[in-house]
């Protein structure tokens, strides 16, 4: 069984988030302030790790100040924050959706792969795209769109803006050009990702090491299904662990499974670096009354948004799946993602892969801890252990 924790970064993935992050106009300092606010406990080892990446930030800045206007048309994560929310377009040109899929591998040899598909399989590639991101609607037996006057067809049909459809019909058939600028901005920045090395290198064996410990004397699977929620059946190939530097407050696990539900690659689980050093976006263990505060106002802050509320009450009492949630909601499964990170990070839910879906379902506990520290602090209730 394959078992491998990584000591270096994948650039292809870096170069991803960070254009995601200029793109959308969101800040490292912003991610620090909350995070300081959550984990206060942690404070020192979060401000170490983020003067690094507010470093890298601002000399992104300065690096790609030709390439903004592209990188934003690319990357941006258009009509965010509404319940039309849509995918970035880069995504399309990758023709992945999720960037697990390409752990390991460089910009370069992504291009070369993407390139040497069929025409069939990059019209089933990008319909598959457009069936996660632009339908409230989930069909069991949809057939696979194998011309590109099917793929045509499917996007006329989803629910993306006009505006959107117009882009992704040029992306559709002058894909060659957009290939071309796009892996051109990733290669450049992989090359700038590079210059960082040996800023990162330390960063890189506090979290090599965290994992060699931490998977000593418990199994990779065990742990995944406590720390993260996540109900999977552990993978006879094993498992690859990768560090994640832009996102270092965040996870994410991916296995690959077949139509025949077999699955024959390892799981590729990648972790923030402030998870080698006990900060958990999950918001596990016992909290101060500070950090309980703070945990208790951003998950009010979150159900205060009646669609994620919706979701919830939804799946309180049973599992459901993407697409099942956007057909009950009336949205698209892009936007249902959305909610979902929102209230993943919160704690809020827990997750089960089951073949190729991912189920959600409430987290109980996360929800009576919330309410029992409301009922103490603005009612003056105090519990049994009070």
């Not at 924790?5 to 302030?33: H, R």
């Not at 401000?47 to 934003?72: C, G, H, N, P």
């Not at 039309?84 to 370069?108: Q, R, T, W, Y």
């Amino acid at each position: 069984m394959r078992a491998e924790i990584k000591k270096e970064l994948d650039y292809l993935l870096e170069v991803y988030q960070l254009f995601s992050l200029l793109a959308n106009e969101k800040t490292c300092a912003e991610t620090e302030k909350r995070l300081l606010a959550k984990c206060e406990n942690r404070a020192e080892e979060i401000s170490r790790v983020f003067r690094l990446l507010k470093k890298i930030e601002k000399e992104a800045q300065k690096t790609f100040r030709r390439e903004k206007k592209e990188i934003e048309f690319y990357f941006k994560d258009r009509n965010e924050g509404t319940e039309d929310a849509e995918e970035p377009l880069a995504d399309f040109i990758l023709l992945i959706s999720n960037m697990v899929h390409f752990m390991g591998k460089s910009a370069g040899e992504v291009k070369a792969e993407i390139e040497g598909i069929s025409e069939e399989e990059y019209c089933i590639r990008f319909g598959e795209i457009l069936q996660r991101f632009g339908y409230n609607i989930y069909d069991m037996k949809r057939e696979l769109d194998k011309t590109p006057g099917e793929v045509m067809k499917r996007l006329l049909k989803t629910n993306l803006s006009d505006e959107t459809k117009v882009l992704l019909q040029d992306i559709f058939w002058n894909r060659e050009e957009h290939r071309e600028k796009l892996f051109g901005l990733m290669e450049k920045g992989e090359v700038f990702f590079r210059r960082f090395e040996e800023e990162i290198s330390p960063e890189l064996t506090v979290f090599y090491d965290f994992w060699v410990k931490k998977l000593e004397n418990q199994s990779f699977f065990d742990y995944v299904r406590k720390e993260f929620q996540l109900n999977i059946e552990d993978n006879e190939n094993g498992y690859e662990v990768w560090p994640a530097l832009i996102a270092s407050n965040m996870a994410g696990f991916g296995r690959e499974i077949e139509e025949d539900g077999s699955c024959h690659k390892c799981d590729i689980l990648c972790t923030g670096l402030l998870f080698a050093m006990g900060v958990n976006p999950l918001h596990q263990g016992k909290k101060s009354d500070r950090e309980m505060e703070n945990y208790a106002a951003e998950v009010l802050k979150v159900l205060g948004d009646r669609s994620k509320f919706e979701i919830l009450s939804y799946i309180s009492d049973k599992r459901a799946y993407g697409s099942e949630l956007a057909k009950h909601m009336g949205l698209t499964t892009a936007t249902i993602s959305h909610h979902m990170n929102a209230l993943y990070t919160c704690g809020l839910v827990e997750l089960e892969k089951e073949n190729n879906r991912v189920f959600y379902r409430a987290n109980k506990q996360a929800v009576e801890e919330v309410l029992e520290y409301c009922r103490r602090v603005l009612l003056g209730e105090r519990g049994d252990a009070g």
